[in-house]
């Protein structure tokens, strides 16, 4: 059954930043994720002021653009756009001629306080955004866990207590129900309905929570006869920190009910069923192809201290209630809850595909 919870509060604190151990940063630095960079977060915090940047339709976005002081501004733009290209291309300054710093807005809201930086490329009119946040453990997992385990690729670098993320291209989901959702055409919607039912079983599986709409993007891709619809994560606070399963399912937040409600008038039963078989076959052989790679990063996870004992007892409990697996019985660490989910995804793949070569 595909339903929302509205009354049930299903996050109840503001998750804590935890820092980057060294097990960790050696992580990064092998799989180069570990970079050198020109300008640090807390340098962006010196901004003189700053002005509220509204929307199209006039409304308060929660980013306000910053501005600097003459003396510093040229060397904060010049970092900037060496930062550019350390993350999208070799790190030579051969282009930087051609670049200029349209924005710089900042984000009160939320756990990571980022930094939006706009690009734009003066020969073409071109632009991107990249984002600088303060640098936290769980984000790093979130980050890592996505690009090895979802569809999409994702690059960013992490030096000392900064992070910085390319942009994730897409319509935000709560705007896309606003201003996008009600033009989707009938199969349209019911293409749409299978990835959200991919999506919510993805994020349950690498315990990534509080993807409400606005945490995610749709991203619409034209095939030569029809539109595919694919929902990217784009924040990743909250990887393997609540106890309650129900957070790491989409389908509970009230903030997705449009999804719900539409997969529910667009999908039988059945179909739901087999986009989630489908889903962790996928992923259980993305972990089989990156096996090492998982094994290294569960390595750190497992040693790591990204949550509570109390969340991480309840956690497991749920798991153990779902699964019927007594393995999470053992687990003492987020990191390894999710080994053991891990290995319970690929150990069913495994038995229940009699085609596999072994």
């Excluded at 619809?229 to 449009?258: C, H, T, W």
Aim: hydrophobic residues 35%; glycine residues 4%.
């Amino acid at each position: 059954m595909f339903y929302y919870m509205e009354e049930q509060k299903l996050i109840s604190q503001k998750k804590p930043a935890f820092p980057i151990n060294q097990q960790l940063y050696d992580y990064l630095t092998d799989y180069n994720r570990n970079i050198k960079i020109p300008v640090f977060y807390d340098d962006l915090l010196r901004f003189a002021g700053a002005i509220v940047v509204y929307d199209k339709n006039g409304d308060d976005t929660l980013w306000v653009r910053v501005y600097y002081a003459e003396h510093e501004r040229d060397e904060i733009d010049l970092s900037l756009k060496r930062m550019y290209l350390i993350l999208h291309a070799d790190g030579s300054e051969d282009s930087i001629p051609f670049l200029t710093v349209d924005a710089i807005d900042y984000c009160t809201f939320g756990n990571s306080k980022p930094f939006r930086i706009k690009i734009r490329n003066i020969l073409n009119d071109n632009h991107t955004y990249l984002y600088i946040k303060k640098a936290d453990a769980s984000r790093v997992y979130g980050l890592e866990l996505e690009h090895i385990l979802s569809p999409n690729n994702i690059n960013f670098l992490v030096y000392k207590d900064t992070l910085i993320e390319e942009h994730v291209l897409g319509i935000p989901g709560d705007q896309f129900v606003a201003e996008n959702l009600e033009t989707v055409s009938v199969s349209g919607k019911k293409r749409l309905s299978k990835e959200f039912v991919k999506f919510n079983e993805r994020c349950m599986i690498r315990l990534l929570g509080d993807m409400r709409s606005y945490n995610y993007v749709i991203v619409a891709s034209y095939d030569f006869d029809q539109v595919e619809y694919r929902i990217r994560a784009m924040d990743f606070d909250q990887q393997s920190f609540e106890g309650n399963l129900k957070v790491y399912y989409p389908q509970f937040f009230k903030e997705n009910y449009p999804f719900v409600k539409m997969v529910s008038e667009n999908l039988q039963i059945e179909s739901v069923e087999q986009y989630k078989k489908e889903e962790r076959s996928a992923i259980a052989r993305r972990i089989r192809g990156s096996q090492e790679r998982i094994n290294d990063l569960m390595d750190c996870m497992v040693n790591d201290n990204i949550s509570t004992p109390a969340k991480i007892k309840q956690l497991k409990t749920d798991l153990i209630d779902y699964t019927k697996d007594k393995n999470f019985k053992k687990c003492n660490s987020m990191g390894e809850i999710l080994k053991v989910a891990f290995d319970f995804v690929t150990r069913n793949y495994e038995n229940v595909n009699t085609y596999i070569i072994r």
